[in-house]
Nanobody, 122 residues
Framework: QVQLVESGGGLVQAGGSLRLSCPAS????????MGWFRQAPGKEREFVAA????????VYTDSVKGRFTISRDYARNTMYLQMNSLKPEDTAVYYC???????????????WGQGTQVTVSS
């Protein structure tokens, strides 16, 4: 069974930074890709970024390009999201997700974490 557990969320002022982590555990689990999504109050969940596990190829939604960086530690089976220049509109619950399906860009995922709250104050 695959488990994803996000950490690193919190409260930060606008212009600040946070780093989210998501280790993937499970016997012999090796994802094809992992991604970050977010859901703000009253809004649908939206795609933020994804990374192909072997090549480290990345894709971002336009609103975070130049501010967020997705990365992964292959040996630790862990994905990260470095978030800089945070804005109040980045406030949301952030979810990590993983897929073993070989599709790129990866926008659909089978495995999901429980989410971590990110709140950006103005």
């Amino acid at each position: 069974q695959v488990q994803l557990v996000e950490s690193g969320g919190g409260l930060v002022q606008a212009g600040g930074s946070l780093r989210l982590s998501c280790p993937a555990s499970g016997r012999t689990f090796s994802p094809y890709a992992m991604g970050w999504f977010r859901q703000a109050p009253g809004k649908e969940r939206e795609f933020v970024a994804a990374i192909e596990w072997i090549s480290s190829t990345t894709v971002y939604t336009d609103s975070v390009k130049g501010r967020f960086t997705i990365s992964r530690d292959y040996a630790r089976n862990t994905m990260y999201l470095q978030m800089n220049s945070l804005k109040p509109e980045d406030t949301a619950v952030y979810y990590c997700a993983a897929t073993s399906a070989h599709r790129w860009p990866a926008y659909e995922y089978e495995y999901w974490g429980q989410g971590t709250q990110v709140t950006v104050s103005s």
